[in-house]
């Protein structure tokens, strides 16, 4: 009897020690990896902006693609609504609210910002701009 009590106050213990870790997923894993090469660079790097996020979200660049001047081209100005391609192609939500499963495949993550950023901007983002954005996205 008293063993058995042992046992269940011990896995009651470790439920709740478990149940409070958090397990980092694949885009905590994504910010981590980007937070840590902008440190490298910036060692006063505070943290990412959901707020510049959002400004780059919006931003109109000249050195990309003249169809795709921004973000919004394809995405349209809310996060939380479908967008869509200039061929007409539906592009789901970028918000994390309304797509819960996106950005957390990372190599797919890494092909759309090579593709997006290199069409709207005329280059690759930096670490900074992906984190800003993935800010953005998971605050929407």
């Not at 789901?92 to 309304?98: C, G, I, K, R, T």
């Not at 990372?106 to 092909?111: D, S």
């Amino acid at each position: 009897m008293h063993s058995n009590l042992t046992i269940t106050l011990l896995t009651a213990v470790l439920s709740l020690s478990l149940s409070s870790i958090s397990f980092a997923g694949p885009r905590d894993d994504l910010q981590a990896q980007y937070a840590s090469a902008v440190k490298a660079a910036n060692p006063a790097f505070a943290g990412f902006s959901a707020a510049r996020g959002k400004a780059l979200f919006l931003q109109t660049f000249t050195g990309g693609k003249p169809d795709t001047p921004n973000c919004t081209s394809c995405h349209g100005k809310d996060p939380r609504a479908p967008g869509q391609t200039l061929t007409g192609k539906k592009i789901e939500p970028v918000a994390l609210s309304v797509s819960p499963t996106r950005y957390t495949d990372p190599a797919k993550v890494e092909k759309w910002f090579k593709r997006n950023c290199t069409e709207v901007m005329g280059r690759e983002c930096s670490a900074l701009e992906k984190g800003d954005w993935l800010s953005f996205m998971t605050s929407q």
